[in-house]
């Protein structure tokens, strides 16, 4: 299977409707109007839907044979009632994920110090809970607010928590200005991080673009930020593996990116697994930043400053 055999053509323009409020509902008996009321905010919720189903193909990978991975957490998020897929080919958001689980947690495990790990998720992602992150590990998680606090509340049911000595933060994803709300919770520029992109929702093109920019400001030199694109942003030019490395290419090194775009066939083999049959509007992706973070330029600018000042007093003394 080609690297593009999946891919098959969406709207540029995905329109995402926000959720109708249901205060106004009247409560038919005890417990009824209450889960009226969940079932059709989570009908008119597309972002909350499909993160939802996205916890559903971890929780099938999970209950499998042979797991690619294990999500203790993703059961809490699914309906009772959801259909076991025994069969023995992985989904390619599962091939992903054990993707994106690999790269996070071999970068991290070499970094010195403190180490910084942001996530662009779609506010159910388990990672900060289900991966055996080391000592000193801040994880900041960029989501949709109103998912990511009725995932905490499942969770917490649960008794899900963070490894002890480590972090989990959150930045809204509706937050005016994503770079200065990271900043705000800690994160600092000047430092190594490994960004991943997955589940995050995106409605245009120029959304992707402005996350670029970004991890592009926020990101020290040859830092990485892995995961997966809508291929719809291609809009018309993924007819073609060329055409779609290309369009990636200069998408990414544009905003300071070298880009590999990743085979999930490839990625499934290296596993020793097959791939699930159908389409996948996905781009897997790995990309290294070549370009050096705002926090660093501005510390270079302080020093040379510095550096300036001091041979001007210097010079002024000798006269």
Sequence with gaps: MDCLAGFSHAPATA????????????????????????????????????????????FRETHRPEPLFVDPY????????????????SHHYCVATKFVDDKLLRTVN????????????DGMDTRPYRLSWPT????????????????????????????RSCVSLHVPLESSNIQESLRAKGFNGNRPSIWAMQGLPLMTLASFEDILLTVSG????????????????????VGTKTSARTWLDKLFMNNGFRVDMICYEEVARSLGKDLAPGSYKN?????????????QMETWRKEFQRTEEEGDEEGFEEL
């Design 136 to 163: 000193s590990t801040i994880i900041f998680n960029v989501s949709p607010e109103r998912v990511f606090k009725t995932a905490t509340e499942k969770l917490r049911g649960v008794g899900a928590k963070i490894p």
């Design 110 to 121: 070499h970094m010195d110090g403190l180490k910084q790990v942001v996530l662009l998720t």
């Design 283 to 295: 781009i897997l992706f790995s990309a290294e930043q070549l370009r050096f973070s705002d926090d």
């Design 74 to 89: 993703a059961g809490c998020f699914v309906p009772p009632n959801v259909q076991m897929d025994m069969k023995q080919c």
């Design 15 to 58: 329109i995402l409707r926000r959720p109708l409020l249901y205060t106004a509902l009247r409560r038919t008996g005890r417990n009824g109007g209450l889960k009226l009321r969940a079932k059709i905010v989570e009908e008119n919720d597309p972002i909350l839907k499909s993160a939802i189903d996205s916890a559903s193909l971890r």
């Design 218 to 237: 926020s990101a020290m030199n040859g830092c990485f930020f892995v995961g997966e694109l809508p291929a719809w942003l291609a809009e018309t030019e």
